[in-house]
Each structure stands twice: as structure tokens, then as C-alpha cells.
């Protein structure tokens, strides 16, 4: 209100970074890792500026009221996907160099633990397991720091993290990205080869498809790849002036899918040569970073 700069305004807004980073990891969802953010830096500036000054470390209060605030968040998913149509599937992420990505999005750090296959594991925990993970061991925090922000002793939060990554070894073969199957796959798609599909599918691959009831999905996941490589050669056939590209998909191989105002964003995962998992984001509500301009 007197005009004189913030001390440490700077330090603070550097943190919007690794708050973004963290929050979508933790929750999967660019949109909802926004409002984290947001809400916390609104909390921040709710305080008088003596309480701001007698915060030593502003960067670490920040990284705490977010990973609380993402830790209740995960505490209601299960409510709020009771409620969601169909399958849900962790909004998908343009490579950082796409200069059409709106800020904030073009700032997510892409490496493996932002993989679809990472987000999906991901899901599968507890919400203070995923927490206690992604920030010992992702972000690197001590669990002495992890203990404040979980709400459990040191001890029970290298519990949580361990039983985490348990689950990350049972659930993930670390498999490298192969562009060429996709690109394989979008020539096969494109002209409706059915046999072309099924020689780039493992036996059991499993395609899972994300509309939210705002668009048409498959609200079960399809298993197999006679049945899979019959599905997406049937979508070829609906969309006939469809444009299909490959992009880099929360950094790795994929390919969009745009007629008119619709798009599919297709992420893969692969065991050899073979494709295992195709994850198809189709909600519109989760694309806002796909669209042009």
C-alpha cells in the first residue's frame, strides 16, 4: 500500500515453477495444479506483511500450504470420479518448445516421472502415499519436511514412500520411447490396415479412452489387439478428413488427431517392439494446451 517493492517479490514468484511442477505430478491435472497455485499464493498475500517477513524460508511455505492443499484434492478424487463418465486419464502435456502452449504449461519440466504411464501408476496410491513419493522422491525433500506436510512421523511418511515404490517397480518395466512404432502405428491408422495395427500390438495391449461424457469415448477400456486394432481402424472410418500428428506427448512419442473442433491426444507405452498401452485423452476440458493460436 506504501508503494515500496515487496522484499523477496522476486524469490517469491521464482517458486511458481516448482510449484506448478509439483502440483501436476501430484494431481494429474494441469488445470486443477493452476487453481493449487493460485489458492496458495492467495493465502500468501492474505497475510499481513510482518507474518510474510517472519517466514524464514518463503519457498518452503509455499511448497507446504500446495502439497497440503493437493493432498486434500486427492483425498475427494475417489468422490469426484465416482461421478466422472467413463474412464479418467491425467491430462496430457504438449512438448515445452511448442510455442502454440500457454503459459503455464510450457514450464512443466517433461521427464519420465510426468510419463502418461508414470501419471497412470500414479493413481493407483494412496493420496499420502503419492505425496510422500513424489516429494522425497521426485522433488528430492527430506522426510523430516515430508512429515510436516503429510501430517505423519518421518518414520511412517519412508513407509508411504517406500510402499510407493513397491508399487512403481511391480507396475513398470522401464521401456524406451520408440517413435517408429508410432509413427508405424499413424501410417497403419490412417489407412485402415487392420494387419499392419495388429502387428504393431502386443497380444494383450489395452487402449483406454478419456471423453468425460463430453464427447464420444469408449467408457470401458478395450482389451486385446485384434479388438483394439478393430476399434481404431473403425475411428479412421468415422473421421475421414481427420489430420493426424506426431508430438511429443508429456515428453515422448504420440500423436494428435484433429477434425474441426475435435481432438484426440494418443500417448503410448511399449514393451520391445510391441505397443502395450495407448491412452486416448479426448475430454475437451483437458486439452485447452492443444488448442491452436
Known amino acids: 500500500m506504501s508503494g515500496q517493492p515487496e522484499p523477496g517479490l522476486d524469490v517469491i514468484m521464482s517458486e511458481r515453477r516448482q510449484l506448478i511442477n509439483l502440483a501436476y505430478r501430484l494431481l494429474g491435472s494441469l488445470a486443477e495444479a493452476e487453481d493449487v497455485v493460485q ?17 524464514e524460508t ?16 486427492l483425498g475427494s478424487a475417489r468422490a469426484r470420479r465416482e461421478r466422472y463418465v467413463g474412464e479418467w ?11 502454440s ?20 501408476m500414479l493413481d493407483s496410491m494412496t493420496p499420502a502415499e503419492r505425496v510422500a513419493f513424489i516429494l522425497h522422491d521426485v522433488f528430492r525433500y527430506p522426510f523430516k519436511e515430508v512429515a510436516d506436510i503429510v501430517g505423519r512421523t518421518p518414520a511412517a511418511c519412508r513407509q508411504l514412500a517406500s510402499s510407493a515404490r513397491r508399487r512403481v517397480r511391480e ?14 502405428f499413424k501410417r497403419a491408422w490412417e489407412s485402415q490396415d487392420i494387419n499392419a495395427l495388429i502387428g504393431l500390438l502386443d497380444p494383450d495391449v489395452t487402449a483406454v479412452g478419456d471423453g468425460g461424457g463430453l464427447v464420444n469415448a469408449a ?23 481427420a489430420t493426424i500428428e506426431e508430438r511429443l506427448v508429456n515428453g515422448r512419442p504420440g500423436l494428435v488427431s484433429r477434425q474441426d473442433d475435435d481432438i484426440t491426444v494418443l500417448a503410448f ?25
Open 101 to 120: 502452449v500457454a503459459d503455464p504449461a510450457d514450464r512443466v519440466t517433461l521427464d519420465e516421472s510426468i510419463s502418461m504411464a508414470f501419471l497412470v
Open 89 to 99: 486419464l491425467p491430462e496430457p502435456l504438449p512438448e515445452r518448445t511448442d510455442v
Open 219 to 241: 467408457l470401458r477400456p478395450v482389451t486385446g489387439r485384434d479388438q483394439v486394432a478393430d476399434y481404431f481402424a473403425m475411428l479412421s472410418g468415422l473421421a475421414t478428413h
Open 58 to 73: 518463503p519457498g518452503a511455505w509455499l511448497t507446504k500450504v500446495a502439497s497440503r492443499i493437493c493432498l486434500d484434492l
Open 171 to 184: 507396475g513398470r518395466t522401464p521401456t524406451e520411447p520408440r517413435a517408429d512404432l508410432v509413427r508405424e
Open 269 to 293: 507405452d511399449f514393451v520391445g517392439d510391441r505397443i502395450t498401452r495407448i491412452w486416448a485423452v479426448r475430454n475437451p476440458e483437458k486439452l485447452r494446451p492443444w488448442l491452436p493460436g
Open 39 to 55: 489458492e496458495t499464493y492467495a493465502r500468501w498475500y492474505a497475510m499481513t506483511r510482518a507474518q510474510q517477513e517472519a517466514i
